[in-house]
């Protein structure tokens, strides 16, 4: 198998693996190259190369290269220039005293460090990748729990909204009942009026005292006495830690309702709400019951906790 080969096999890139063969020459200068430049991708190695210093030393024509500064000595311009970066050394000469090749126990060695080397780098990388995997899960969660809130928030004014279409609807229509019956009713007695006047009339007698046609029922119109069934709305004085609020709402509305859109306007939490005459306290069991079952029609004052 050829040392390229052999590197393909150790998993480098094949541009990687062959520079690394280019500047090391054989097996063991590729493995010592790539160990000095494992930490650069391809494209800085190929600028390093494109861009190299025309004065840098030319390793043809020696067999070394030696540190001024430090003694240590390196095979070629690839080594010594990874020296350099990792030292600040800039004082090297040529040698042409030949660096001892490595035997095959310790070409050998070298290779399994090397495979070590990438193992840990690997793994390394891949303990990486799961943090990363790990926290883009948690902020897509994040982000669909909260879209999953705003829309429950918004179908639930969407269903609160049209419970309370659905009963001015109601209320409506009982209205409009109500005004049919009636108007069915004075068109009766005004029939029956203008039959006795006939008759009257026919006999030659005064025609009967008339009584004062009854009102029409609306849904506004000046206050009078009236049973609390007959009411269609119910005025509220809601005492809260942040203020004193005042509503009218349909008779149909729940305390849940109400303890809803006092969270919605400023911002008030409701536990219980309390009446002081007669003394009774509305907690959250209660929420289910309308204003009309509570007994606060046509009107009350309440206290929020």
Request: glycine share 4%.
């Amino acid at each position: 198998m050829s040392d390229l080969n052999l590197l393909f096999e150790m998993g480098f890139e094949k541009e990687k693996a062959e520079l690394a063969i280019k500047k090391g020459g054989n097996l063991q200068g590729a493995i010592e190259w790539l160990e000095t430049n494992q930490d650069k991708t391809i494209e800085e190695l190929k600028a390093e190369e494109e861009f190299a210093a025309p004065t840098a030393p030319d390793d043809s024509q020696a067999n070394s290269l030696v540190c001024q500064e430090c003694g240590k000595r390196m095979r070629g311009t690839a080594e010594a220039e990874y020296h350099a970066s990792k030292t600040q050394h800039t004082d090297f000469e040529q040698s042409t005293e030949e660096i001892k090749p490595l035997t095959e126990e310790e070409r050998a060695t070298r290779l399994e460090e090397l495979r070590a080397k990438l193992a840990v780098k690997r793994a390394n990388e891949a303990v990486q990748d799961k943090a990363d995997q790990k926290r883009n899960e948690q902020i897509r969660m994040k982000s669909t729990k909260e879209t999953q809130d705003i829309k429950e928030e918004l179908q639930k004014k969407e269903q609160i909204k049209e419970a309370e279409k659905k009963r001015k609807e109601k209320q409506d229509d009982i209205d409009a009942k109500k005004r049919i019956k009636a108007k069915i009713e004075a068109d009766k007695e005004a029939r029956r009026l203008k039959a006795e006047q006939e008759k009257a009339a026919r006999a030659g007698v005064a025609p009967p005292v008339q009584p004062a046609a009854p009102a029409m029922p609306t849904t506004s119109g000046p206050a009078t006495s009236k049973p609390a069934s007959a009411y269609t709305e119910a005025r509220l004085r809601l005492q809260t830690v942040n203020g004193t609020v005042q509503k009218t709402l349909p008779v149909e509305t729940t305390l849940f309702e109400v303890a809803h859109q006092l969270a919605q306007d400023n911002g008030t939490e409701v536990a219980t709400f309390t009446t002081n005459f007669p003394k009774k306290v509305f907690d959250r069991t209660d929420f289910g019951m309308t204003l009309k079952e509570a007994g606060l029609v046509p009107s009350a004052a309440l206290i929020v906790k």
